[in-house]
């Protein structure tokens, strides 16, 4: 089954303590991207990839990191977590920049 | 930078009406997405356009690029259609997605 995957699923850890979220597309698809969501804001893009080895940054990459070492994985990294971090997130694959996308299930993370 | 607004916030029909979503933008686009996300929080794509209209179901989107405008239409509304419609917009050349708010659909047996 075509999916994207993120894990875990559910997360709350406390401010400081490095943690990663992981996200991997079985679709062979170039374009991964995260997205935080949060109430009143909408979707908001944090960084994106466009293939193995290049990505840039979104509309709020400060805080996060991400890498692209392999074409299915494209992992978010929070190196050292603060509370307003406390969001739901989402990634997300295309095949090229001109398809739709498809979102994984979702990511809820609190930072105490 | 697009801004992206979508009307209205929220939206309260009754199983069989017609509805209409609204999405404008401010500033020229490659193309624009209607995404669905149910209570529980996955979202779905429902269509990608750059002109004209596309059908699928009882779902339709059209966009009138020299508005800067877009609607999405459900026929025949149905409970299992409450859910957050929610617009995005792609920029020229370049790979980011600017969301909408998103506009909430409860729809009443």
């Known amino acids: 089954e075509a999916q994207v995957t993120q894990n875990p699923r559910y997360l709350i850890t406390v401010t400081g303590k490095k943690l990663t979220v992981t996200c991997s597309q079985n679709m062979n698809h170039e374009y991964m991207s995260w997205y935080r969501q949060d109430p009143g804001l909408g979707l908001r893009q944090i960084y994106y990839s466009m293939n193995v080895e290049v990505t840039d940054k979104g509309d709020v990459p400060e805080g996060y990191k991400v890498s692209r070492k392999e074409k299915r994985n494209f992992p978010l990294i929070l190196e050292s977590p603060s509370p307003n971090q406390t969001s739901l997130y989402f990634c997300?694959?295309?095949?090229?920049?001109?398809?739709?996308?498809?979102f994984g299930p979702g990511t809820r993370l609190t930072v105490l | 930078k697009n801004e992206v607004e979508q009307s209205p916030q929220n939206l309260t029909a009754q199983e069989g009406e017609f509805i209409t979503i609204n999405c404008s933008y401010s500033v020229g686009i490659s193309a624009l997405h209607w995404l669905q996300q149910h209570p529980g929080g996955g979202i779905v794509s429902l269509f990608m356009l750059s002109s004209g209209k596309k059908k699928h179901g009882r779902l339709i989107a059209t966009i009138n690029i020299q508005e800067k405008h877009s609607s999405l239409h459900i026929t025949a509304s149905h409970p299992r259609d409450s859910a957050v419609y929610i617009c995005?917009?792609?920029?020229?050349?370049?790979?980011?997605?600017?969301f909408g708010k998103g506009t909430l659909l409860t729809v009443n047996p």
């Open positions: 997300a694959s295309r095949e090229r920049v001109y398809n739709e996308q498809f």
């Open positions: 995005a917009v792609r920029g020229g050349s370049n790979y980011k997605l600017t």
